[in-house]
């Protein structure tokens, strides 16, 4: 009789699969409504609030600051902590000229899993379950000043990834894994999150950088100044020049700010009415090349998009190049106030009001 059922249930199993698939060979969107979503992010997301977390979280949160960030500076200027599910946590700051390095010679978690889950005073809690091997080191100014700009540009970047309700149940959590916890101190704390990043990815990238760090700190026995490699610096950099480089949509405000930007700031310091009479071509669609919030070049749109025939207009007719008038009248106009470190391409359609004589973002 046993058996019997589980024939029965294996039949139904299949049977169930089979019409599926045929309903997905019918529907072929309907295979991707159905597809997991694995919620690993080429950015940081935000870190759950005190308010919102759990009280065994709180009493692991206070163990870890008994034992592995003991000695720490009260401040820091940039911070990583590492927490795998199996693996010794770690935690690494930059304060002042000094790089500190802590690391549990085991899971603090499972060491102090019971009293983490119970009701007890940790003030008396056994704090040599574990070893933490503490690691203290001066880092030329150039070095820290580079990673809190690698903070600045990751953090800017920091967002939440919102699911719609028919994505909600198709989210699948990763259990067992490691996640990354970034801070600056930055008028206040910011902070981002990453959990096991995508090998390869910009996030998997921030994560290797911290790791190669960490090799050289654990390496350096004799010295007492780090000594970063040059080519750790440089994929540094490049990781902050991608990052830069990013647009996420909700950065779509502040690029329509630019823009409304550099069309009012045209308006207000350009003759356009001379220009005209000038044989300017005025409202062009051009590209605004901006770097370290500064407007750099500007670039034909044609040429940028790359045009598989590019005509040069402007050789062909009487109407001249625009192009760097506007840059003379934009060189002295500053982003700085919407990010430290802007670097992007704006491109920017113009169109002309010949009534007042008036410049009007097109797109």
């Given amino acids: 009789m046993k058996i019997l059922q589980q024939f029965i249930l ?29 919620p690993q992010y080429d950015y940081l997301t935000p870190p759950k609030g005190s308010l919102n977390s759990r009280i065994y979280e709180h009493r692991y949160d206070q163990i870890l600051q008994k034992i592995l960030f ?6 820091f200027d940039v911070q990583y902590y590492s927490s795998p599910s199996f693996g010794a946590e770690k935690v690494l700051v930059v ?7 802590n690391v549990a010679n085991k899971n603090i978690w499972s060491t102090y899993y019971h009293d983490i889950m119970s009701n007890s005073n940790l003030n008396g809690i056994e704090k040599n379950k574990l070893l933490v091997k503490r690691y203290e080191l001066q880092i030329l100014d150039k070095d ?4 809190e700009k690698l903070y600045r540009a990751v953090l800017s970047k920091t967002r939440h990834r919102i699911y719609k309700p028919k994505e909600m149940n198709r989210v699948a959590l990763g259990n067992d894994g490691t996640t990354h916890l970034f801070s600056i101190h930055n008028l206040g704390i910011k ?12 996030m998997h990238r921030l994560v290797r950088i911290h790791e190669k760090l960490i090799e050289i700190i654990t390496k350096n026995e004799t ?34 700010s630019i823009k409304d930007t550099i069309v009012k700031h045209l308006n207000e310091y350009a003759d356009i009415k001379k220009l005209m009479n000038q044989g300017y071509h005025v409202a062009d669609d051009l590209v605004y090349k901006i770097r370290k919030a500064k407007v750099r070049t500007i ?11 590019f005509r040069n ?12 008038v506007y840059k003379k009248e934009l060189k002295n106009l500053d982003f700085g106030y919407l990010n430290i470190d802007l670097n992007l391409d704006v491109y920017l359609d113009l169109e002309l009001d010949k009534k007042n004589f008036k410049l009007m973002r097109y797109d």
């Fill in 10 to 38: 294996l039949n139904l199993l299949f049977t169930g699969l089979y019409a599926q698939n045929e309903g997905f060979k019918n529907k072929p969107q309907a295979k991707n409504d159905y597809s997991t979503i694995y």
């Fill in 70 to 75: 003991k000695g720490l500076p009260e401040y």
């Fill in 95 to 101: 304060r002042k000229g000094v790089i500190y390095y």
């Fill in 144 to 147: 820290a000043q580079l990673l």
């Fill in 191 to 202: 902070e981002g999150e990453i959990w096991s990043p995508k090998e390869g990815s910009r």
């Fill in 223 to 256: 010295n007492q100044i780090l000594k970063i490699h040059q080519s750790l610096r440089i994929e540094t950099t490049r990781l902050v020049n991608d990052l830069n480089f990013v647009t996420l949509s909700f950065e779509k405000n502040t690029i329509d």
């Fill in 299 to 309: 670039k034909s749109q044609e040429n940028y998009y790359g045009y598989s025939e």
């Fill in 313 to 324: 207009w402007f050789n062909n007719t009487f109407v001249k190049d625009i192009r760097n």
